[in-house]
T-cell receptor
Framework: EAQVTQNPRYLITVTGKKLTVTCSQN?????MSWYRQDPGLGLRQIYYSMNVEVTDKGDVPEGYKVSRKEKRNFPLILESPSPNQTSLYFC????????????FGQGTRLTVV | AQSVAQPEDQVNVAEGNPLTVKCTYS??????LFWYVQYPNRGLQFLLKYITGDNLVKGSYGFEAEFNKSQTSFHLKKPSALVSDSALYFC?????????????FGKGTKLSVIP
């Protein structure tokens, strides 16, 4: 089944403790992206990747890192999480071809205390 | 820069009545437009998209949307609402001339269908 898989689905952590949210897609898509969803703000892009070893900042990159060492994986890294990073996070992928829709993971609800 | 506006935070409609969820956009070139739906504790599901051609686009679950270039709008519609349509709806735009895959989303509209 074609899908984007995020782990974990839920995470509660403490301020300053490094964490990684994994994202994997099995559709051989070139483009992958991370969003955060906050009430009243919609989805805002954190980072995106056009292909392996090609990443770039989105609209809200501060406090986050990403890597793209393999085409299928695009982990989101919070080196020192803070309470303002408490949010719902989504990973998405898009296949090559300019008119295609994005495929989303199920989301990761992160709480930083 | 591209942007999307969803002017209504919430839309309430009675079951069986027609529904409209509004969306306007801004891009420097021509747009690709999308609607996604999010049910509680779920990810975003694709509903429909406008690429080119017919301004009326039909999608999943009986939804449709009308592209209006002069008004830069892409409103989501359904002739007869179901209680199960209650969810959060997001409009998104991508500039087809920008050479990127960047999607910009609106803030979302919560649809409540009242039995």
């Amino acid at each position: 089944e074609a899908q984007v898989t995020q782990n974990p689905r839920y995470l509660i952590t403490v301020t300053g403790k490094k964490l990684t949210v994994t994202c994997s897609q099995n559709m051989n898509h070139e483009y992958m992206s991370w969003y955060r969803q906050d009430p009243g703000l919609g989805l805002r892009q954190i980072y995106y990747s056009m292909n392996v070893e090609v990443t770039d900042k989105g609209d809200v990159p501060e406090g986050y890192k990403v890597s793209r060492k393999e085409k299928r994986n695009f982990p989101l890294i919070l080196e020192s999480p803070s309470p303002n990073q408490t949010s719902l996070y989504f990973c998405a992928s898009i296949p090559g071809g300019s008119n295609t829709e994005a495929f989303f993971g199920q989301g990761t609800r992160l709480t930083v205390v | 820069a591209q942007s999307v506006a969803q002017p209504e935070d919430q839309v309430n409609v009675a079951e069986g009545n027609p529904l409209t969820v509004k969306c306007t956009y801004s891009v420097s070139g021509n747009p690709y437009l999308f609607w996604y739906v999010q049910y509680p504790n779920r990810g975003l599901q694709f509903l429909l998209k406008y690429i080119t051609g017919d301004n009326l686009v039909k999608g999943s679950y009986g939804f449709e949307a009308e592209f209006n270039k002069s008004q830069t709008s892409f409103h989501l519609k359904k002739p007869s609402a179901l209680v199960s349509d209650s969810a959060l709806y997001f409009c998104a735009v991508r500039d087809r001339g920008a050479g990127s895959y960047q999607l910009t989303f609106g803030k979302g509209t919560k649809l409540s269908v009242i039995p």
